[in-house]
Structures are given as structure tokens and as C-alpha cells.
């Protein structure tokens, strides 16, 4: 791995996107399980942060409360300032489709359609007109190098372009969130260097990025790590 | 790559601008749901198959049933159903033809109705048992005399019973007027009287009467019994046999017409007592063909409902196995901003999509069997332009029945565990 984690500059304005208060989450039981508790954390803009743990850590509840695909039994959720703790599950959709962007370790592409088309996909439930889906979609793939693969099938792809193709969903609704869940889980070492390569890149353009990880590894390309332990955050 | 990566969606930040609510418009919805069905082009045929098929034996049925009853409307329309007869009517107390109150200007009286298309009085004449003979000698042996039947007709009889003449003409109402001695022959009465031409103007002899034949009959539609007999103008035969009056009045009508010139007819002839003449009017061909479609229809309706219900439960099966198969896209499509019932939307446009192909083929190949059968038979192929076009929507309605349980089930798809899975 390359030592280019110091270099990246920054370009933290200080506002956080992200506050968490005293976050919990109990699923209901019977028996109650206690997947997170005493969850404080704030994201500023412009930050990239890796959250690392052993698997049942309660790293993907964190995860799935951060993309709003849950919600939290305690404590509250600040999203660009908006509390989104109490939000109705239309509502929690809406800020999906519009703030946050995912990136899953499976890439969950539609193997039928083209990339563009899967990148389109980023954009299909918020507003935006066909054609200006189509340019952004190009652009996008510009953007993770893939505009010559436009209209190839996710089969056709490499695991690399197809977590590429992935991240370029993601981007194109422009959230203001990036939260990727074990982005290098199914792919080699050289190909998931390229994928930590493009996080650099979007780092240094000032996107706020979540990697959920438990490659040590992987999680030290972010500026800043943190473990989760139990359901309790932990300094590394 | 270049270094501008999301400059665009900084700006965006920036701009701090938030459009609340997720929206799904018609046209991506309608994209979406056909672009997935394209994806596996010979699952969707299948699944349209049962509805193909019940939507095809149900035009079929209908249209068949419907062909068939209007051949067996058409084969007797023609005649019967333009065919109206005004009789005395019997006297109840004895049992026994009333006398005749049927006035001489009936073809006057009658032409007057809308729908009359012709009249004729007819009358069997009582000759007092003279023999016909075709020769002024009487012969002893009488071999050259035959018993044939008299008929007094009005000139209009010869069109209500579409008869057509051999050669010569019929009398007309100077003839009868005048009650000249004149007389048509019937084809058979011609044969049996040996006269076969007119234009040597032949006499016969009704007794000691002598008529001039004027016209010989090739056939006649309606009354087969004018074929054996000598037709002599009313007018004449009031005044030579003393006939009292016209003992029938037969009537030709447009189609559909004839029940109302029934009622209106004897109001006509006889305004005093309508009671005392009967009209026989041919049954309404409606009802005929309501009655053969019925029978038919019932049977095969019930089948085509049933294969229609066995094609439901085809699309729902199917969908249901596409909704856990496409768990994955789902969760994928909830975590990018896709509300239940967008979901749901989908899943519902894609089983009526299935139901509107399958309807629309299943009219096709229904109207293929009806013209097919129709041509084995030559029959004129008869259907409804609504079953037709009403087909695809059928199909389409039965898609959304199908697809509701599916679409709910996908729309209860909860994202976590969706993208849990591969």
C-alpha cells in the first residue's frame, strides 16, 4: 500500500455533515438485542472516514442508520443539520435519493442493462429529466474512467469496472454522503487499490466518504479510522 | 482520471438546495417494467401464454357463437321474415272460419303502411264443381277436363309471393276493374291444360266461361299452391263466380317490420273489429339468435373464464418467483430512493404488461379460429369490434389481479435484508 494517506489534503470546511448524539439501535425481541449504543459521532464535510470491526461488531447497523435504510431506537441524527432521526420511511426515501449515494461490496448491478443505463439508475426516483440523466450518467463514467464501457453489460465488466460502474451510480445523483460497505470485499488486491485510488480521488474533490471495512488495511487510506466494538465506538 | 471529480456535486452542496420527496414518473415506470420483461423475453411469452389462451377461447366462443347465429338467421330471414298472411280469425263458440271481413281495396289500404313492400288479396273461388278444359268441345268421355283449382288474386299477389312469369303477364287492376275474363296459369295447371304459350293468346273454359290466358308462372316464392291453379283477377271473379269477398291477404314487408305491419294491418282492413281477422307474423329473428347464442355462449364462456383464471394464476406465480428472484434489485432500488410503491408500481406494470400481450395475441389468435372456421363452413364471419379491442384490456386487468399479491410482497421487501444477499 502507498503512504499517500498524509498527503491528501483536507479541504474540511468544518461543517459537519454528519452528527450522531448518543445513537442507539435495539431490535426489538424477544430477547432485546443492543446492536449499538452511545453513538457520537460527527462527520465534517469533505472528511473520509473508515469504520472498522469484526463482523457483528454492529458496523452494517451503523452503516444502515447512516444511509437511513434504518432507523435509530435512541438518541439523534444529524444530515447537512436536518434532523433526520424521527423522519417517516417517504421521507428517509426522499434524503436516500437525493443525499446519499451507496456503494455495496456485491455492486448490485442490473445485469441486463448497459452501465449507462445502470448509472442512470442513480437518478431514476429523483426528479431529473431523461435527457439530463443520460448526460450525467456519461459524465459520471467519465469521471471513474469507464466512458468507453458505456454501453457494455455488467456481465461483459470486470469486477473492478463493475464496483466502478457502481461508484459512478452512486455519484451521479451528487450526494452530499458517499457510504461504501466492504467496496473491496469481492476483488483482488490490485484491483481494490485502484477502487482506494478513485476514494482518494473523490476525496481530494471534497466528497464526505464512509468506508465500512475490516480490512485494516483498506481502512487506513482514510484520514481517520474508527472501531466499533460490541455496538460502542472505540479510539484506534 | 481527472482531478475535478464531483466539482459538480460540491456546487450542488453548496448550493445547499434539497428537493424533498422521491417521485417515479409514468414514462421511466412504463420503461422500467418493459425493459425488465425484454430481459427475459421467453419468460414473459410463457407467462402471457395462459392468458393467451383463455383470451383466445373466449373470442373464439363469442365470435363463432355469434357467426354461427346469424347463418341460421340469414338461412330463413329472407322469406319468412318478410312474410305477413291476414286471415279471418275462427270462431271460437263453433270452431269455424268467420266470414270473411277483408274489404277489396286491402292492397290500398295496406301499401299505405310504412314497411308494406307488397299486397295481394287471394281467394279460392268456388267454380260450383266445373272442369277446366283448354277446348271449346265438350267431350262425353270428358278426358280433355280436369278439376283444377281456382284462385281469385288481386294484381299485387304475384309480388307479395315473388312470383315470375314463364312468359306473357299478369292482369292488372284495369283487368280487374273491368273484370275482364282473364287468367295466369300456374306452371302445373299450365301442363295439365296442354298450353304452354300466350301469344296466340289461348282460351280456356271454366264450365261454359271461356278465358283468355294471358301469362303462364315459372315459380313463385311464397304459396306453392298457386303453381297447380288458374288465377283470375278478384274483380273478375266477384263478378262471374259471385265471390264475396277476399278470403286472405298475404303481405311482403321489410325485415324487421313484420310484427309491427301485423298489429297495424288488421287495424287497417278491419278498423270496426280488429278481432276479427288474425295476422300470422314470422317469429322476431332476434329472439332466434339470442336463443342459439345463449345455448352456445354459456358453455364455452365458463371454459374460456376458467382457461382466463388458470392464465392469472400463471402471471402471479410466475411474478411471485421474479420478486424473490430480483430481491436484490429491489433492496438496490429502495436504497436509491425508490418508495413501496414505486416498487409495487413496477411490479404491477410488468404483470399487466404480461396480461396486455397476452390479451392482445389471444384476440388475434381468436379471430384467426373464427375466420378459419368460418371459411371451412362459408360462413360470413360476424364480431364484435368492442370484444376485439375490449381483448388487450381484458388481459391487462387480469395482469394487475395476478400481479397485486406479487407487487405487495415486493413493496414489503425491506432493504437491509434485500442487499444482505448477494
Known amino acids: 500500500m502507498t503512504a499517500t494517506v498524509g498527503e491528501v489534503p483536507v479541504p474540511s470546511t468544518g461543517r459537519p455533515v454528519v452528527e450522531l448524539r448518543d445513537l442507539g439501535r435495539t431490535f426489538p425481541g424477544p430477547p432485546p438485542v443492543t446492536a449499538l449504543s452511545g453513538i457520537d459521532l460527527v462527520l465534517p464535510e ?165 468506508v465500512i471495512t475490516h480490512d485494516r488495511e483498506v481502512a487506513a487510506r482514510a484520514e481517520r479510522t474508527v472501531a466499533i466494538r460490541d455496538g460502542r465506538l472505540e479510539a484506534v | 482520471m481527472s482531478a475535478p471529480i464531483i466539482d459538480a456535486a460540491v456546487d450542488d452542496l453548496d448550493a445547499g438546495g434539497h428537493h424533498e420527496g422521491s417521485s417515479f414518473a409514468p414514462i421511466d415506470l412504463v420503461n422500467e417494467a418493459l425493459t425488465a420483461l425484454l430481459a427475459r423475453p421467453s419468460r414473459a411469452a410463457l407467462t402471457a401464454l395462459g392468458t393467451v389462451l383463455g383470451v383466445a377461447a373466449l373470442i373464439a366462443t363469442l365470435g363463432l357463437s355469434r357467426t354461427a347465429g346469424a347463418q341460421i338467421v340469414s338461412s330463413f330471414d329472407e322469406l319468412a321474415a318478410t312474410e305477413v298472411r291476414v286471415e279471418p280469425g275462427s270462431n271460437r263458440a263453433f270452431g269455424q272460419r268467420q266470414v270473411s271481413t277483408i274489404p277489396w281495396d286491402a292492397e290500398d289500404r295496406l301499401l299505405r303502411l310504412n314497411g308494406v313492400t307488397a299486397v295481394g288479396t287471394e281467394s279460392d273461388v268456388d267454380v260450383g264443381g266445373a272442369l277446366a278444359r283448354s277446348v271449346p268441345v265438350v267431350d262425353p268421355l270428358g278426358r280433355n277436363e280436369s278439376q283444377i283449382p281456382v284462385v281469385a288474386a288481386s294484381p299485387g299477389l304475384f309480388d307479395a309471393t315473388r312470383a315470375t312469369l314463364r312468359t306473357g303477364r299478369t292482369f292488372d287492376h284495369g283487368h280487374s276493374e273491368r273484370g275482364d275474363p282473364v287468367v295466369v296459369l300456374g306452371p302445373a295447371a299450365a301442363a295439365r291444360l296442354r298450353i304452354d304459350r300466350v301469344d296466340n293468346i289461348p282460351a280456356i273454359f271454366i264450365g261454359d266461361q271461356s278465358f283468355a290466358v294471358i301469362g303462364i308462372l315459372d315459380d313463385v316464392a311464397r304459396r306453392p299452391r298457386l303453381l297447380s291453379a288458374i288465377i283470375l283477377p278478384d274483380g273478375t271473379a266477384r263478378q262471374q263466380f259471385a265471390l264475396g269477398a277476399p278470403a286472405a291477404v298475404q303481405i311482403e314487408v321489410d325485415v324487421g317490420a313484420a310484427s309491427l305491419i301485423g298489429e297495424q294491418s288488421v287495424i287497417a282492413l278491419s278498423p270496426n273489429d280488429p278481432s276479427l281477422l288474425r295476422a300470422q307474423v314470422p317469429p322476431e329473428p332476434r329472439s332466434v339468435r339470442a336463443n342459439v347464442e345463449d345455448d352456445v355462449n354459456a358453455l364455452f364462456v365458463v371454459l374460456g373464464g376458467v382457461s382466463l383464471l388458470v392464465g392469472a394464476l400463471g402471471i402471479a406465480n410466475v411474478t411471485l418467483v421474479s420478486v424473490l428472484e430480483r430481491t436484490g434489485e429491489i433492496g438496490l432500488r429502495r436504497a436509491l430512493g425508490a418508495r413501496r410503491r414505486h416498487i409495487a408500481a413496477q411490479f404491477l406494470t410488468e404483470s399487466a404488461a404480461v396480461g396486455f400481450l397476452g390479451g392482445l395475441l389471444g384476440a388475434t389468435v381468436g379471430i384467426l379460429v373464427i375466420v378459419g372456421v368460418s371459411a371451412q363452413r362459408d360462413w360470413t364471419p360476424v364480431l364484435d369490434a368492442e370484444l376485439a379491442l375490449a381483448a388487450p384490456l381484458v388481459g391487462a386487468a387480469v395482469g394487475l389481479l395476478a400481479g397485486a399479491y406479487p407487487a405487495v410482497r415486493a413493496a414489503s421487501t425491506e432493504p437491509i435484508e434485500a442487499l444482505r444477499s448477494g
Do not use: W
Open chain 1, 46 to 210: 469533505g472528511s473520509y472516514t473508515s469504520i472498522v470491526g469484526p463482523s457483528g461488531s454492529g458496523k452494517s447497523t451503523l452503516l444502515h442508520l447512516l444511509g437511513l435504510l434504518d432507523r435509530a431506537t435512541e438518541g439523534s441524527y444529524l444530515l447537512d443539520g436536518d434532523d433526520v432521526s424521527d423522519l417517516d420511511d417517504q421521507a428517509r426515501t426522499a434524503i436516500r435519493a437525493q443525499r446519499i449515494g451507496f456503494v455495496f461490496q456485491a455492486f448490485h448491478l442490473l445485469a441486463h442493462r448497459s452501465a449507462a443505463e445502470n448509472v442512470e439508475l442513480g437518478m431514476l426516483y429523483s426528479r431529473v429529466p431523461r435527457r439530463v440523466r443520460a448526460e450525467r450518467a456519461v459524465e459520471a463514467l467519465d469521471r471513474v474512467g469507464l466512458a468507453h464501457r458505456r454501453s457494455f453489460s455488467p456481465v461483459t465488466l470486470s469486477g473492478g469496472e463493475r464496483q466502478r460502474v457502481a461508484i459512478a451510480r452512486a455519484l451521479v445523483g451528487r450526494p452530499s454522503l458517499l457510504l461504501a460497505d466492504e467496496p473491496t470485499g469481492n476483488l483482488d488486491t490490485a484491483t481494490g487499490e485502484s477502487i482506494l485510488a478513485l476514494f482518494d480521488e473523490l476525496h481530494a474533490g471534497g466528497l464526505t466518504l464512509v
